[in-house]
Structure formats: C-alpha cells, structure tokens
C-alpha cells in the first residue's frame, strides 16, 4: 500500500545551522506530498506542499522539492531558529484522495 | 474565521465503555476528516466525509468504531466499547472540497486514555 518512510528523530541542531529531514514515498501514479508542523502546545498545520512532480514547495524559509525520479520530497531550511523547534510530519495524498503521513521527526534548535 | 472545534478536550474511560467525540468544521467546508494519532506515530486516517457522503473508511475499524456526519456540517465519532489500544489522539479535520490544492485544517484533538 501507499506509505510515506520519515527519519527518524529527534534531531538537535544549533541555532543557524542547516536543516534537512529526509521523506521518501511509496504510491502509484502521482500523488501530492506535503508537509505538516506541529509546534509546542498546538495543532497540525500546513507548511508546505506540491501538486506535482519538480514543484517546490516554501513557506517560512523552508523548501521541499517533489522528486518522482528518487520518489523524496526532502524538507530543507537553511538556517534554522529557536521558533523552528517542533514536530515535523511529511505526508502523501495519492490519486485515489487518501491521506497518509509519515511517523514524525522532532526537532529541538538550542541557541 | 473560526477554525475546526473539537470536544471534549481530554476524556478518560475505563476498557469496555463507550465514548464519543465531535467536531465541527470550518464552516462551508465539505470534507472532513478524522484521524488517530498514537503517541509516537503520524495520524492515520479512519473516515473521510464529502458532506454527508462517506468517501473512505478503509482504515476505520468497524466492529468498534463508527462515524456520522448526518447533515453534512458537524460530526460524531463513537468508540463503543473502547480498548487499552485505543488510547490516542483524535484529530478532526476539514477542507473546502478534499482537493489535494485545498488546505486541510485540523482542529485541536481529544486525548483519549483508556484505563
């Protein structure tokens, strides 16, 4: 079935170092792949996404690039802040409209 | 704007009893979702409603667990009776019309601890 593989967490970075955590995906055809934010105390939110393939993604200084050819949508920020500590969720929306999100990865920027 | 309302916020029970949650979507948004979240783990979709109309429950275990969006606007999840494997986070969410370009909006979730 569809599926979407996330590394694992938690991941600690300094403040202003560069981010990347690594999303790959299993489905048919063309799905849409996003990315969801979980900061402290609150709900999920949408960060970013893409419709199709070679489409970035970017909100907030974070990037993510639909690669068909690697089925990856890395999420990328080149230099992270303290605000930026969450849990960050890839997740696939495949042809048929289901949704499916990845486990998770936690990340803590210390200053 | 009004975003997605769930309640209660945190619910305990003890194994074998029955609970419910509701939500209530942003409003003139036809599709809704909901989701369980076990700690440590990504939400996992149980039921999507366009209005009152049940487009995917692949994942929704039926023997225990049902779902109704009667009118197309607000919606009831039940869990009857509960198990210890239930204890999870219930997240509702909804969007303009269940288009991968539409935004899905989640609400705040219900704890639920299964004793």
């Known amino acids: 079935g569809d599926s979407v593989t996330q590394m694992e967490g938690p991941v600690t970075l300094s403040e202003e170092a560069f981010l990347t955590i690594n999303c790959t995906y299993t489905?048919?055809?063309?799905?849409?792949l996003f990315w969801y934010v979980q900061y402290p105390g609150e709900g999920l939110q949408l960060l970013l996404k893409?419709?199709?393939?070679?489409d970035k993604g970017s909100n907030k200084g974070f990037e993510a690039t639909y690669r068909k050819e690697t089925t990856s949508f890395h999420l990328e920020k080149g230099s992270v802040q303290v605000s930026d500590s969450a849990v960050y969720f890839c997740?696939?929306?495949?042809?048929?409209?289901?949704?499916?999100f990845g486990t998770g990865t936690s990340l803590t920027v210390i200053p | 704007e009004a975003g997605v309302a769930q309640s209660p916020r945190y619910k305990i029970i003890e194994k074998r009893q029955s609970v419910a949650f509701w939500c209530n979507p942003i409003?003139?948004?036809?599709?809704l979702y909901w989701y369980q979240q076990i700690l440590g783990q990504g939400p996992k979709l149980l039921i999507q409603f366009q209005n009152n109309g049940v487009v995917d429950d692949s994942q929704l275990p039926k023997d225990r667990f049902s779902a109704e969006r009667l009118k197309g606007v607000d919606s009831t999840l039940k869990i009857q009776p509960a198990k210890l494997e239930d204890s999870a986070v219930y997240l509702c969410a909804s969007s303009s019309s269940g288009r991968p370009t539409d935004t899905q909006y989640f609400g705040p979730g219900t704890r639920l601890t299964v004793l």
């Open positions: 893409a419709t199709k393939a070679d």
């Open positions: 489905a048919t055809g063309y799905p849409s």
């Open positions: 997740a696939l929306m495949n042809t048929g409209n289901q949704f499916y």
């Open positions: 409003s003139g948004h036809a599709t």
